[in-house]
């Protein structure tokens, strides 16, 4: 039980060091990715709208999925570099609870779609005399709304009930941004309630989409076999691995985060691996999963300059 409730206007977020010299190294560093990330996923967003090649489910699913990585990462990144770059490491207590919700309302989101996209990926590549009337431009909008209105259903109770409990008399959160883990460490009271609700809905969110994504590609990795032509199994596996890292990045550090047993070093490394997942998964997501494909490549220069002209 701790003691000393108090009322906390603002908390002090430690960060990453307290060296000038790697503040301003890191800030390059997180600045530049931040960068490529936004225009990454703004390019796949424009293109996937402007050219009628891609007016298919998984170009939707994309570029959706782009919309929702740039708010993820923008969440987080802006409030950092700005910490980074002025030395200020202050954050309000509302600002504070407001950036926790929608880094797990977004975060949430992106297990859902991923889910979804890869269950689009199992029904194109296995059953692809009927996914033209299966998948339907009306069903992949209801999938999208699903995604949002469920990961918001999903995460309001435990946000809601962690907001009932009082901080502490201690501000400091060992951290670059508002996370679970470290507030649940300023919460006076008895948090077991908390933290069993908030580890069941880890499970769901992040367990409950990645059987989802593995079961999907097992099935295709099984449908790949089949393929007789030695160059289309080629370049099937070739997507399937260059999506499989995404998924591993993405799903490895959210379970290394909210599922895996408490550590005496996670705080430490928990910065580390949250690297990964605000910064570099959204940065790879447009690489890995429509830069390279033929179709986006193959999109006339004229149609984009007209688009943003």
């Known amino acids: 039980m701790k003691n000393n409730e108090t009322r906390i206007s603002e908390f002090i977020l430690l960060g990453f060091t307290d060296v000038r010299k790697l503040q301003l190294l890191f ?26 090649r891609l007016h298919t489910p998984m170009y939707f699913f994309l570029w959706n999925f782009s919309i929702l990585e740039i708010g993820f990462t923008s969440v987080v990144t802006p409030q950092t570099l700005s910490h980074l770059l002025m030395g200020n490491k202050n954050i309000s207590y509302v600002g ?12 949430t989101t992106e297990f859902f779609l991923l889910a979804v996209m890869s269950y689009d990926r199992y029904l194109a590549i296995c059953n692809p005399l009927h996914y033209p009337s299966i ?3 009306s069903l992949c909008t209801s999938l999208v709304l699903g995604c949002w209105v469920g990961s918001f259903l999903l995460i309001i109770g435990p946000y809601l009930f962690l907001l009932q409990f009082p901080m502490c008399d201690s501000n400091i959160l060992d951290h670059f941004f508002c996370d679970n883990t470290p507030l649940m460490h300023l919460l006076c009271g008895n948090t077991r ?14 367990l409950g989409t990645l059987t ?8 295709i990795i ?12 080629k370049k099937a596996f070739s997507t ?13 550090s959210c379970i290394f985060l909210y ?51």
């Not at 990454?40 to 402007?50: R, W």
């Not at 309630?193 to 992040?206: K, M």
Request: hydrophobic share 50%; net charge positive; charged share 10%.
């Open 259 to 309: 599922i895996s047993p408490a550590q005496g070093s996670k705080a430490k490394f928990g910065k580390i691996v949250a690297i990964l997942n605000t910064i570099v998964s959204p940065l790879l997501n447009p690489f890995i999963y429509s830069l390279r494909n033929k179709q986006v490549q193959e999109v006339p220069l004229c149609s984009i300059l007209s688009f943003t002209a």
């Open 212 to 219: 989802i994504s593995v079961v999907s590609y097992i099935k």
């Open 193 to 206: 309630l908390l933290e069993l609700l908030g580890f069941n809905t880890a499970v769901l969110s992040l």
């Open 135 to 137: 998948v339907s431009k």
């Open 96 to 107: 504070c609870m407001v950036q926790f919700f929608l880094y797990l309302h977004l975060g």
């Open 240 to 252: 399937c691995a260059s999506h499989f890292i995404v998924v591993s990045i993405t799903y490895g």
């Open 27 to 52: 800030f390059s560093i997180l600045f530049f990715s931040y960068f490529l990330t936004i225009t990454g996923n703004a390019v796949i967003i424009v293109l996937a709208n402007i050219d009628h």
């Open 222 to 233: 099984k449908t790949v076999f089949s393929i007789p032509s030695a160059t289309g199994r």
